[in-house]
């Protein structure tokens, strides 16, 4: 489980985040949503360590995580989808997969079949340079990769966006299927609010680099949170 308290973050003289809570716990999906410039992607960047907070506390199964890199937070098994796919263009497929290897002891350097299992289009692709995929091929290999790391917290940040909708289905399986598992947290966010209602367990509204709200699903009725994101961005 990781829980963040308070989390404070500046750019400079700018404070993107004002006091936020969020909690991820393994067997659910946390989903982060609101409209583009609130602090979603600030929020990721700082839980993966690519960012250092200003302030607040994050503790990793109870115990307080110092100002770690995003190395360092990698080895802990955090595992990162940055909006954009972040792939390596000139790379294959597997070679893309392989970067995933950095953290992982040397035993454990090894594609699992279960990658190819949930990602078919890899396997076929897998000598294929990453710059030749569709879009939607893209997104699988950027999730695809986070999960060779064997994460035990996944960050997925706007995984549907620009994806056609059949891909967009396969992603939701797949993250469904890793949360049922009951051995991962996953920390979505998302825009597209059926997606994110379907797979969400809990959810975090932001607005400004604030929560405006959140809550466990069965605390939240699905009009309520629509209505309050559609309020948001008719703003």
């Not at 973050?9 to 946390?30: C, K, M, N, W």
């Not at 000139?90 to 002891?105: D, K, Q, S």
């Not at 569709?134 to 549907?160: F, H, K, M, Y």
């Not at 209602?197 to 932001?206: I, N, P, Q, S, T």
Request: charged content about 20%; some cysteine.
């Amino acid at each position: 489980m990781i829980e963040a308290k308070n989390l404070t973050l500046h750019y400079g003289g700018s404070q993107i985040l004002h006091g936020i809570d969020l909690l991820a716990r393994p067997g659910e999906v946390t989903c982060v949503m609101g409209n583009n410039g609130v602090g979603k992607t600030s929020l990721m960047n700082l839980l993966a360590g690519r960012h250092p907070r200003s302030g607040g506390d994050i503790t990793w199964d109870g115990k307080p995580l110092g100002r770690l890199s995003a190395q360092r937070m990698a080895r802990m098994g955090v595992g990162y989808v940055p909006q954009g796919r972040a792939i390596f263009p000139m790379l294959t497929v597997r070679e893309n997969l392989e970067t995933g290897f950095a953290c992982l002891p040397r035993g454990d350097r090894r594609i699992p079949d279960a990658i190819f299992d949930s990602f078919p289009v890899l396997a076929e692709m897998a000598h294929r340079r990453g710059g030749d995929l569709s879009g939607g091929q893209q997104q699988q290999l950027a999730i695809a990769r986070a999960l060779i790391t064997r994460p035990r917290v996944l960050l997925l940040d706007e995984p549907t966006e620009g994806i056609q909708p059949n891909i967009i289905a396969q992603i939701g399986r797949v993250i469904a299927g890793l949360r049922d598992r009951g051995d991962m947290a996953i920390v979505l966010v998302e825009q597209f609010f059926d997606f994110a209602w379907d797979l969400g367990d809990r959810f975090l509204v932001m607005e400004r680099g604030r929560a405006v709200l959140q809550g466990p699903k069965s605390d939240l009725a699905r009009s309520d949170l629509h209505a309050r994101l559609a309020g948001h961005a008719s703003a």
